[in-house]
Protein backbone atom coordinates (compact mmCIF):
# COMPACT_ATOMS: atom_id res chain seq x y z
CA UNK A 1 0.00 0.00 0.00
CA UNK A 2 1.36 3.49 -0.79
CA UNK A 3 2.18 5.82 2.21
CA UNK A 4 0.23 9.19 2.47
CA UNK A 5 4.23 10.90 1.34
CA UNK A 6 4.20 8.31 -1.61
CA UNK A 7 0.55 9.38 -2.91
CA UNK A 8 0.76 13.23 -2.60
CA UNK A 9 4.28 12.65 -4.78
CA UNK A 10 2.25 10.88 -7.40
CA UNK A 11 -0.65 12.96 -7.08
CA UNK A 12 1.77 16.30 -7.84
CA UNK A 13 3.08 14.40 -11.15
CA UNK A 14 0.31 13.73 -12.18
CA UNK A 15 -1.54 17.10 -11.55
CA UNK A 16 1.96 18.62 -13.29
CA UNK A 17 1.26 16.38 -16.36
CA UNK A 18 -2.31 17.20 -16.57
CA UNK A 19 -1.31 21.07 -17.10
CA UNK A 20 1.51 20.30 -19.34
CA UNK A 21 -1.17 17.80 -21.75
CA UNK A 22 -3.84 20.97 -21.40
CA UNK A 23 -1.09 23.86 -22.41
CA UNK A 24 0.29 20.94 -25.31
CA UNK A 25 -2.92 20.22 -26.56
CA UNK A 26 -3.98 23.69 -26.75
CA UNK A 27 -1.03 24.67 -28.52
CA UNK A 28 -1.60 21.48 -30.85
CA UNK A 29 -4.93 23.01 -31.34
CA UNK A 30 -3.39 26.68 -32.24
CA UNK A 31 -1.16 24.98 -35.06
CA UNK A 32 -3.64 22.83 -36.84
CA UNK A 33 -5.55 25.91 -37.11
CA UNK A 34 -2.36 27.73 -38.85
CA UNK A 35 -2.14 24.69 -40.72
CA UNK A 36 -5.59 24.47 -42.04
CA UNK A 37 -5.14 27.99 -43.13
CA UNK A 38 -2.04 27.07 -45.16
CA UNK A 39 -3.21 23.69 -46.59
CA UNK A 40 -5.37 25.86 -49.09
CA UNK A 41 -3.09 28.49 -50.20
CA UNK A 42 -0.17 26.34 -51.40
CA UNK A 43 1.36 26.67 -54.41
CA UNK A 44 1.40 23.32 -56.28
CA UNK A 45 0.51 19.88 -55.45
CA UNK A 46 3.91 18.77 -53.32
CA UNK A 47 3.08 22.00 -50.84
CA UNK A 48 -0.34 20.80 -50.45
CA UNK A 49 0.93 17.11 -50.06
CA UNK A 50 3.31 18.36 -47.43
CA UNK A 51 1.10 20.57 -45.64
CA UNK A 52 -1.61 17.58 -45.36
CA UNK A 53 1.16 15.10 -44.13
CA UNK A 54 2.03 17.65 -41.35
CA UNK A 55 -1.55 18.70 -40.53
CA UNK A 56 -2.57 14.48 -40.29
CA UNK A 57 0.60 14.20 -37.61
CA UNK A 58 -0.59 17.04 -35.50
CA UNK A 59 -3.98 15.35 -35.76
CA UNK A 60 -2.58 12.14 -34.44
CA UNK A 61 -0.28 13.78 -31.69
CA UNK A 62 -3.21 15.53 -30.16
CA UNK A 63 -5.62 12.78 -30.36
CA UNK A 64 -2.59 10.71 -28.33
CA UNK A 65 -2.40 13.52 -26.06
CA UNK A 66 -5.67 13.40 -25.26
CA UNK A 67 -5.85 10.21 -24.41
CA UNK A 68 -3.03 10.60 -22.36
CA UNK A 69 -4.75 13.12 -20.48
CA UNK A 70 -8.14 11.19 -20.70
CA UNK A 71 -5.76 8.86 -18.52
CA UNK A 72 -3.93 10.96 -15.90
CA UNK A 73 -7.76 12.69 -15.05
CA UNK A 74 -8.81 9.06 -14.46
CA UNK A 75 -5.95 8.48 -12.10
CA UNK A 76 -6.63 11.92 -10.33
CA UNK A 77 -10.43 11.19 -9.76
CA UNK A 78 -9.24 7.17 -8.71
CA UNK A 79 -7.09 9.12 -5.68
CA UNK A 80 -10.00 11.21 -4.94
CA UNK A 81 -12.23 8.09 -4.82
CA UNK A 82 -9.73 6.36 -2.57
CA UNK A 83 -9.22 3.46 -5.52
CA UNK A 84 -6.08 4.89 -6.87
CA UNK A 85 -3.00 2.06 -7.40
CA UNK A 86 -6.01 -1.05 -7.60
CA UNK A 87 -6.18 -2.58 -10.30
CA UNK A 88 -9.28 -2.34 -12.48
CA UNK A 89 -9.00 -6.20 -13.55
CA UNK A 90 -7.87 -8.24 -10.69
CA UNK A 91 -8.48 -5.66 -8.01
CA UNK A 92 -4.85 -6.20 -6.73
CA UNK A 93 -2.80 -3.19 -5.69
CA UNK A 94 -0.24 -2.03 -8.57
CA UNK A 95 3.10 -2.47 -7.68
CA UNK A 96 4.44 0.86 -6.65
CA UNK A 97 7.76 1.30 -9.03
CA UNK A 98 4.77 0.51 -11.61
CA UNK A 99 2.86 3.72 -10.27
CA UNK A 100 6.18 5.44 -9.37
CA UNK A 101 7.34 4.82 -13.62
CA UNK A 102 3.73 5.60 -14.98
CA UNK A 103 1.60 6.89 -12.27
CA UNK A 104 -1.57 6.88 -14.29
CA UNK A 105 -1.65 2.90 -14.71
CA UNK A 106 -4.84 1.01 -14.53
CA UNK A 107 -3.39 -2.35 -14.12
CA UNK A 108 -0.54 -4.41 -12.32
CA UNK A 109 1.82 -6.03 -14.61
CA UNK A 110 0.61 -8.79 -15.06
CA UNK A 111 -2.72 -7.74 -16.41
CA UNK A 112 -1.55 -5.38 -18.62
CA UNK A 113 0.67 -8.27 -20.04
CA UNK A 114 -2.75 -10.20 -20.68
CA UNK A 115 -4.37 -7.24 -22.00
CA UNK A 116 -1.52 -6.78 -24.12
CA UNK A 117 -1.46 -10.18 -25.57
CA UNK A 118 -5.78 -9.89 -26.52
Known amino acids: MLSEKELQKLRRRLE ?4 RLRKHIADLGEMLRLE ?7 EDDADIAA ?3 S ?13 TLAEV ?5 AME ?7 VSC ?10 ARPYAR ?4 CQEREALV
Open 51 to 53: RTI
Open 73 to 77: ETALQ
Open 91 to 100: GREIEPARLE
Open 55 to 67: YDGLLALMESERE
Open 16 to 19: EERD
Open 107 to 110: RCIV
Open 36 to 42: DREIGSA
Open 81 to 87: EGTYGRC
